[in-house]
C-alpha cells in the first residue's frame, strides 16, 4: 500500500534552518507531482509547496519563497524540503502528499495519500 513517511522535523531557534524529507513507496513515485502541506494548531491545511514528477517544476506559497526549497530523488523514491531563515508563524506539522496544489488548488485529505506528519517547532 501507498506510504508516505516523514521526517526531520524538530525544535529550531528563529532564523536556523531544517531539511524535511518524505519517503514514499507502494506507488511509482515518478510519476507523481508533490506537495509539502503545513498545519499549525488550531488551524486548517495550508499548502506550502508542490514539485512537478520530473522535479524541474516548482511552485510556493508566497510567505515561503525564498526561504524553502523543494526538491525530489526519483532514484530514491524521496521528496525533501530545505527550509532557510525560519520563522515562528513556520511552527507546524508538515506532511507530504502525492499531489500537486496550489493557491487555487487547496489541499484537502480527502485527496492523494498523506504522511503522518513531522513537527516543526520554531522557538528560542
Known amino acids: 500500500q501507498v506510504q508516505l513517511v516523514e521526517s526531520g522535523g524538530e525544535l529550531v531557534q528563529p532564523g536556523g534552518s531544517l531539511r524535511l524529507s518524505c519517503a514514499a513507496s507502494?506507488?511509482?513515485?515518478?510519476?507523481?507531482?508533490m506537495s509539502w502541506v503545513r498545519q499549525a494548531p488550531g488551524k486548517g491545511l495550508e499548502w506550502v509547496s508542490s514539485?512537478?514528477?520530473?522535479?524541474?517544476?516548482?511552485s510556493y506559497i508566497d510567505s515561503v519563497k525564498g526561504r524553502f526549497t523543494i526538491s525530489r530523488d526519483n532514484a530514491k523514491n524521496t521528496l525533501y524540503v530545505q527550509m532557510n531563515s525560519l520563522k515562528s508563524e513556520d511552527s507546524a506539522v508538515y506532511y507530504c502528499?502525492?499531489?500537486?496544489?496550489?493557491?487555487?488548488?487547496?489541499?484537502?485529505?480527502?485527496?492523494?495519500?498523506w504522511g503522518q506528519g513531522t513537527q516543526v517547532t520554531v522557538s528560542s
Open positions: 502528499v502525492n499531489r500537486w496544489y496550489s493557491m487555487y488548488t487547496p489541499p484537502s485529505k480527502n485527496s492523494g495519500s
Open positions: 507502494g506507488f511509482t513515485f515518478s510519476d507523481y507531482p
Open positions: 514539485i512537478n514528477s520530473y522535479g524541474d517544476d516548482t
